[in-house]
């Protein structure tokens, strides 16, 4: 999950991503962010979506080049219910076709798998062939509804396994984070920030 092949690191994220997560969707291009949100979304409805996503029942997975969060994969689940979710996917322009989106995906439906979600949800427009692909590729059925299309994925039941790969990539994720915010603060030591 937390391989380098093309340049990425992948974690969860925490609530002190918030920012970077609000600027990341900020800096989606117009067609991307379409299909993200499945409508027009200007700057004001991505800041407060950011603002409110860091809650219990939503779990967010990043990937990071060079230290910039490019991309993202959210799980939140559904209702009050215990064993639905919905996913939702972002890797910016520049970043899109290089493998991202698939591992995000792996990382989501791991975490999901864990947690004894049941059903995934996925949600695009019926023209995002991309975010389709994505899903069929993940095991989801397809099915189209007027100009959307819902992709709906049941992932296995925890095992021993399963765990152990998570809190493995928690481990990773954890010391990478780590040495990122080190590196950060000698820059801003070198530059003389606050
Ligand atoms: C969907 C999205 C997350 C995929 O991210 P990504 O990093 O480009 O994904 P990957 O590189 O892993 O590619 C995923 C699959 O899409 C395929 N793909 C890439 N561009 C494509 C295109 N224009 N048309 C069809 N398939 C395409 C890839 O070939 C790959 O399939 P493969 O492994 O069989 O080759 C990204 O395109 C995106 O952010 N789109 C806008 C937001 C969005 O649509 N979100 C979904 C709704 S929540």
């Given at each position: 999950m937390n391989d380098h092949s093309d340049g990425g690191s992948i974690r969860k994220l925490w609530a002190a991503d918030g920012p970077a997560f609000r600027d990341h969707l900020l800096r989606l291009d117009p067609a991307t962010r379409r299909n993200r949100f499945g409508m027009v979304a200007g700057d004001e409805f991505i800041s407060r979506y950011a603002k409110t996503s860091?809650?219990?029942?939503t779990l967010i997975h990043g990937v990071f080049v060079d230290g910039h969060l490019v991309g993202v994969g959210e799980l939140r689940k559904l209702?009050?219910?215990?064993t639905e979710a919905e996913a939702a996917f972002s890797v910016e322009r520049d970043h899109q076709g290089h493998g991202f989106g698939s591992r995000l995906m792996k990382a989501v439906v791991l975490s999901a798998r864990n947690r004894r979600i049941r059903r995934i949800y996925m949600n695009c427009l019926a023209s995002n062939s991309q975010m389709q692909r994505l899903a069929l590729k993940a095991g989801a059925e397809l099915e189209y509804e007027g100009g959307d299309v819902v992709g709906l994925m049941v992932p296995e039941t925890p095992s021993p396994v399963s765990i152990l790969r998570e809190a493995m990539g928690d481990g990773y994720g954890w010391a990478t984070a780590v040495v990122e915010l080190q590196r950060r603060s000698v820059i801003d030591g070198l530059f003389g920030r606050a």
């Open positions: 860091f809650t219990l029942d209702g009050t219910s215990r």
